[in-house]
């Protein structure tokens, strides 16, 4: 069955105040969020207070992954849906946050040149 709603709840709140501190580390509204991802204000005020047991969908999900340039997983992580072990390595996205307290869009810019480095050394190795 289920996880007891307790644990849902608590994982939600989790997941708001995440979405919560991504808005306000970009100096935006809660309207202006909303209006972006296409849901109603007041949805995300009760997302960000923790008070949508059983209404966040995997669609608002995408919806805010797509506009914070933060992969589902991430989200899913950082709220604890998805466990993560003390031996993985931190994706690089929650490392530069954790770290250096960068903004998403300098996160977004750092995943960027990840990718163009990766693929500019990954050629030269399979060649």
Not at 44 to 66: C, H, N, P, Q
Not at 74 to 89: M, N, P, R, T, V
Not at 93 to 111: G, H, N, T, V, W
Request: proline share 4%; charged share 30%; aromatic share 10%.
């Amino acid at each position: 069955m289920g996880k007891p709603r307790k644990y849902i709840s608590r994982e939600i709140t989790r997941l708001g105040k995440y979405l919560k501190q991504l808005r306000q580390e970009q100096g935006l509204s809660i309207r202006s969020v909303a209006k972006s991802c296409k849901i109603a204000p007041s949805y995300l005020a009760k997302i960000e207070t923790g008070d949508t047991f059983k209404t966040i969908g995997i669609g608002t999900l995408v919806k805010f992954s797509k506009f914070y340039g933060i992969p589902v997983s991430s989200l899913l992580k950082e709220a604890g849906f998805i466990d993560s072990y003390e031996s993985d390595l931190p994706e690089i996205a929650q490392y530069l946050r954790a770290k250096y307290q960068l903004s998403p869009q300098a996160i977004r810019d750092m995943e960027m040149a990840k990718e163009i480095v990766d693929k500019k050394y990954s050629r030269k190795q399979n060649a």
